[in-house]
């Protein structure tokens, strides 16, 4: 199961892929387009594109490593895997990242919106809303 975050003029929405849909999206690259109508009913018309994600351990994804590998990098402060909060200026770190490929072991893609589809994002915004408050009343 692979969780799509798709973000769009600052609201994101969270779609749960599973099964056929999912294998769709394997050998995508950081800044590959993908048609949302193809991973998720909600986005047809949709044009999204993988912006980064993280594996099942929570190691993120870097655009510096190539494949589905991962890789010991010496990271400076605010890059992606590193957010050196409290750290001395010119400090670096050795943090695990993963490849740009999403591949079999990838558990969150986040995506951005490039084109926008017949159905409004607000109005599938709005229905996450008020589906996720009826799983809480239950």
Same mark, same amino acid.
């Given at each position: ?14 779609? /749960?892929?599973?099964?056929?849909? +999912?294998? /769709? ?13 193809? &991973? ?22 870097? /655009? ?32 695990? &990242? ?17 084109? +926008?589809? +017949?159905?409004?994002?607000? +109005? ?9 408050? /009826?799983?809480?009343?239950?």
């Amino acid at each position: 199961m692979v969780q799509i975050n798709v973000s769009y003029k600052g609201k994101t929405r969270a779609f /749960k892929i599973e099964g056929e849909n +999912e294998k /769709k999206l394997f050998n995508s690259k950081i800044g590959d387009k993908i048609q949302g109508g193809s &991973v998720v009913s909600d986005l047809y018309g949709y044009e999204l594109q993988v912006a980064g994600g993280s594996d099942k351990s929570g190691v993120p994804m870097n /655009k510096s490593v190539l494949g589905i590998q991962r890789k010991g990098l010496l990271l400076n402060k605010n890059t992606v895997g590193y957010v050196g909060h409290g750290e001395r200026k010119g400090t670096r770190r050795r943090k695990l &990242v993963i490849g740009t490929t999403v591949f079999k072991g990838t558990a969150q893609i986040n995506c951005i919106v490039v084109k +926008e589809g +017949e159905k409004k994002f607000d +109005e599938i915004f709005e229905a996450t809303k008020q589906d996720n408050k /009826k799983e809480v009343k239950k």
